[in-house]
């Protein structure tokens, strides 16, 4: 496991850690948290704020149809990413990251990198997506506890919803999103 704030880089491709840029003052200080000309930030269309208790984990997820701009307001959490693109140089790949609040970056997460938080503690996360929110595509996952993932699992109870409960396999997983690309790849192209 690697602490965020010991890297300026993550070790998949198209990962990014993002410093925030702090504006100090007597009452406090003004963070930045993005800014499209900073390395690895894309055009954002839609933002989102997840409030998560201790113990809860989300996902894990990947998607076909858009990068995610993490952003960890306040908490603490682990940050599990695997690369499943078969192009990437960084294919198989995974890595867990001890990620805080106080780290002050966030972490650019491309489409095809497979991706879990475990909240160590409660946690506000903010994040920015390239493309709108589809629920018709946003059904790629598999169970956290894979081990083909490889992350570094938190001892402890765990709170999942629904959809990352009943989660299929890894290899599912890899099928369904390669699917999901090669559909989603030939509408644009008829679009």
């Excluded at 909240?119 to 169970?143: H, K, M, P």
Aim: charge should be negative.
């Amino acid at each position: 496991m690697i602490r965020l704030q010991d890297t300026a880089s993550l070790p998949i491709e198209d990962c990014a850690v993002v410093p925030a840029k702090p504006n100090p003052d007597a009452r406090g200080c003004l963070y930045e948290i993005y800014r499209a000309e900073w390395p690895g930030a894309f055009p954002t269309v839609q933002w989102n704020a997840c409030i998560s208790k201790h113990g809860v984990v989300r996902g894990v997820h990947v998607h076909v149809d858009y990068d995610e701009y993490y952003t960890l307001l306040a908490g603490r959490g682990l940050l599990g990413l695997h690369d499943i693109r078969r192009h990437s140089p960084t294919f198989g790949r995974s890595v867990t990251v001890d990620w805080r609040s106080e780290d002050r970056c966030a972490v650019v997460v491309p489409r095809g990198v497979a991706h879990a938080l475990w909240f160590v503690e409660d946690a506000i996360l903010a994040f920015g997506v390239s493309s709108y929110w589809s629920a018709e595509l946003d059904i790629a996952g598999c169970r956290w506890d894979e081990p083909a993932l490889a992350f570094e699992i938190p001892h402890g109870s765990k709170s999942l919803s629904r959809r990352d409960t009943e989660s299929g396999s890894y290899q599912e997983m890899v099928k369904h999103y390669e699917s999901l690309l090669t559909e989603h790849t030939a509408q644009a192209v008829h679009a």
